[in-house]
């Protein structure tokens, strides 16, 4: 199918570390969002990129936090110095845009941070 | 400060009876309501949506009530079915943005 893909399903690392962490939206879809869920919490959003807009960043909990998005397709959320409080599932979604209301989501990427 | 809320963690209900899953927001600015469906290990799947121009929307067993004096919207779904056991999440959009403010999710469990 093609539906939102992210990578790696699964991460442990140690506090200290960076990671990337990758999402491969629907083709053809121009928005993408990064959310996360942290244990008994709900989604929370991070950031939202829309075609060639400067992205809605508003959700980044701090400047260890980054993401980008090359050529308006691919995504890639970057962790610098990571805490143990960014152990979380960190799910992509995308939608077609134009206020087009559902988004579609991947299947997450668990990250522990030992 | 939590703008969805989803006071229930968790509901029980047999198999061929009415779920009734709820769900409170704070900013009255939100113009549209939706529904996502959790399983494990997976991503959240949307379910039903609502505009706050609307009611009611229904689509099949599933039905979104929206109740803007109270700011209060339910998701019913009857007959449940066992396979409906997983988490609901109640998610707002606010105008103007497609930016989706999500509750904190309520655990169903269909049993036979």
């Known amino acids: 199918g093609a539906g939102v893909s992210q990578s790696p399903s699964n991460k442990v690392t140690e506090k200290g570390k960076d990671v990337e962490l990758r999402c491969d939206p629907i083709?053809?879809?121009?928005?993408l969002y990064w959310y996360r869920q942290s244990l008994g919490q709900g989604l929370e959003f991070l950031i939202y990129f829309q075609g060639n807009s400067a992205p809605d960043k508003s959700g980044l909990p701090s400047d260890r936090f980054s993401a980008e998005r090359t050529g308006g397709s691919v995504s890639t959320l970057t962790i610098q110095r990571t805490q143990q409080e960014d152990s979380a599932v960190y799910l992509c979604?995308?939608?077609?845009?134009?206020?087009?209301?559902?988004?579609?989501f991947g299947p997450g990427t668990r990250l522990t941070v030992l | 400060d939590q703008q969805v809320k989803q006071n229930s963690p968790s509901l029980s209900v047999q198999e061929g009876r009415i779920s009734i899953l709820n769900c409170d927001y704070t900013n009255s600015m939100f113009d549209y309501f939706l529904w996502y469906k959790k399983y494990p290990a997976e991503g959240p799947t949307f379910l039903i949506s609502i505009s706050s121009i609307k009611d009611k929307n229904e689509d099949g067993r599933f039905t979104v009530f929206l109740n803007k004096s109270a700011k209060h919207l339910s998701l019913h779904i009857v007959p449940s079915q066992p396979g409906d056991s997983a988490v609901y999440f109640c998610?707002?959009?606010?105008?103007?943005?497609?930016?989706?403010?999500f509750g904190t999710g309520t655990r169903l469990q269909v049993f036979p």
């Open positions: 998610a707002a959009r606010g105008y103007n943005t497609d930016k989706l403010i």
């Open positions: 979604a995308s939608s077609p845009g134009n206020s087009y209301n559902e988004q579609f």
């Open positions: 083709s053809g879809h121009t928005a």
